[in-house]
């Protein structure tokens, strides 16, 4: 193991520790989300990056059984977030997508987190922040695929 590894176990666990923060949260997702759960945004970030997606393919990418994400799914179809739907190629499966409402807030969410991290990396030099981007991107995508889109 390299001291590199070493390191970049460090900062993640650092970066993971700040991120859990119930304020760091809180900011980062702007008072548009307020009730919603880091867990509900996290579902929504996927249905809208993904969607429409079977609710069984939910429950394997966050790796938890259907009736866990059902509950999941009720809270947001409650606020109106996500829209449940029969699966027009398997009608015994259901398909979920953002609403519009579900859309919106995933758009101010995702600039409210951005505002947060411009003004963390304001002092670095753009081609860091570039750099940054690119390689967390990367390693982001590495650790494995969303939900699939139906």
Known sequence: MSVEHVDLHA????LLRWASREAVARELAGPAAAGLSP???????GIV???PVRMGDIATWQGVDKSTVTVQLRRLADRGLVVR??????ARAVLVSA???????????SRQGARVLAGLLADWDPADRRDLAR???????????????R
Request: proline fraction near 7%; hydrophobic fraction near 35%; charge should be negative.
């Open 49 to 51: 990056r993904s969607g």
């Open 11 to 14: 900062a993640l666990t650092k």
């Open 85 to 90: 739907r029969a699966d027009p190629s398997d």
């Open 135 to 149: 390689l967390v991107s990367r390693f982001a995508d590495d650790l494995g695929p969303g939900p699939r889109a």
């Open 39 to 45: 867990t509900d945004l996290w579902l929504l970030d």
């Open 99 to 109: 609403s519009d409402a579900g859309r919106l807030l995933h758009r101010d969410v």
